[in-house]
């Protein structure tokens, strides 16, 4: 395990990446940031069934302006179910519509389709797409299958929001992490209030070889290590 730290730098496929422990991922050579599962107006969605404090998505989007702020950045690609349901997009109070206006000032504004997103409307700041390609990288929502893609591009994607509960000799720790091999990188989600999917599950773990690193993310730092089921609780 390395020491704690703001970020962590790695490299794969030839590209090297800028893992921060808020959970965005940049690419200092072309000055990207991407961002997955924000899941804006969460709150909103459930007030319903479950009244929730109307502050997900002015946290959310107040720590997307931060990381937009911390280094140059060209483009923001966001790896879907960037909103909790498609409509809500357009049903923003003022307030968050300047929060994501500024931080559409920063920077162009690509926005993955997802899931909980699939259809958001033209209204918004920056594109749209259900996938794209820079370089040998293949940014999409859902991870697929290993194989499904051409060997040669590194697939970027979020959707299954990993976590980890990390065993220590004093105490045990809990918190999203990234997790990559060599073919695939899996960001964890950005949004404050998502909940998220232990990295020991079927479904993240079937998805990667033998060899791949996790960087686990806890009280703004974060951590390096290989991938030891030894390590993680369940």
Not at 28 to 41: A, G, I, K, N, R
Not at 128 to 150: C, D, K, M, T, Y
Request: contains cysteine; glycine residues 8%; aromatic residues 6%.
């Amino acid at each position: 395990m390395s020491k704690p730290a703001s970020h962590a730098e790695t490299e794969i496929g030839g590209q090297r990446f800028c893992l921060w422990a808020d959970g965005s991922c940049y690419l200092p050579e072309d000055q990207l940031l991407v961002l997955s599962d924000l899941h804006l107006e969460k709150a909103l969605a459930q007030s319903v069934g479950a009244p929730l404090p109307a502050l997900d998505s002015a946290a959310s989007l107040t720590a997307m302006r931060t990381a937009l702020q911390r280094q140059p950045v060209r483009a923001c690609i966001l790896l879907g179910d960037s909103f909790h349901r498609s409509e809500l997009a357009g049903r923003m109070a003022d307030p968050l519509q300047a929060l994501l206006q500024e931080c559409a000032s920063r920077a162009e504004l690509i926005w993955i389709e997802g899931n909980h997103d699939p259809d958001l409307p033209d209204t918004l700041p920056g594109q749209q797409a259900a996938e794209i390609a820079v370089g040998n990288l293949l940014f999409r929502h859902i991870p697929q299958a290993a194989g499904s893609w051409p060997s040669e591009l590194v697939e970027i994607s979020g959707h299954l929001h990993p976590k980890a509960r990390l065993k220590l000799a004093a105490r045990n720790l809990s918190g999203r992490c990234f997790i990559a091999d060599s073919q695939r990188l899996i960001l964890p989600a950005f949004g404050v209030w998502t909940g998220g999917l232990n990295i020991l599950d079927p479904a993240i773990a079937s998805l990667f070889g033998r060899r791949k690193t996790v960087w686990f993310c806890h009280d703004g730092k974060i951590w390096t290590m290989p991938f030891k089921t030894s390590g993680f609780l369940p």
